[in-house]
């Protein structure tokens, strides 16, 4: 059976080293330490991320940013964000 090449085109990573640099990686430009990646799908960092939860009790919706909540680590459950209901003070709890 043929091995087949796979639909993404590899990537190469060099790492920088005590030795001098093989000439392939000065002809691409790059120094030692950098990396050759190409991006294939942008995605947003972590704190940038909007995070949608909704009260239990009095049913406000919110919208909030990571950087506006507290970040609770549960090994059990999973962790999760928590975040004070503006109209009645309970916490909303939605998976981190």
Same mark, same amino acid.
Request: charged share 25%; proline share 7%.
């Given at each position: ?9 590899? +990537?190469?990573?060099?790492?920088? @080293?005590? @030795? ?7 002809? !691409?430009?790059?120094?030692? *330490?950098?990396? @050759? &990646? $190409? &991006?294939? $799908?942008?995605?947003? $960092?972590?704190? =940038? !991320? &909007? ?10 919706? +919110? ?6 909540? $507290?970040?609770?680590? /549960?090994?059990? /459950? *999973?962790?999760?964000? =928590? +975040?004070?209901?503006?109209?009645? =003070? =309970? ?6």
């Amino acid at each position: 059976m043929a091995a087949s090449t796979p639909p993404f085109p590899t +990537i190469t990573v060099h790492y920088g @080293s005590l @030795s001098p640099a093989p000439e392939c990686i000065w002809e !691409r430009g790059l120094s030692y *330490g950098e990396m @050759s &990646v $190409k &991006v294939i $799908k942008q995605g947003q $960092k972590p704190e =940038s !991320r &909007v995070y949608r939860g909704a009260c239990r009790t009095c049913h406000t919706e +919110i919208e909030f940013e990571r950087h506006e909540a $507290k970040y609770n680590v /549960d090994q059990r /459950d *999973g962790d999760y964000l =928590s +975040i004070r209901c503006p109209t009645c =003070s =309970s916490d909303i709890l939605v998976a981190a």
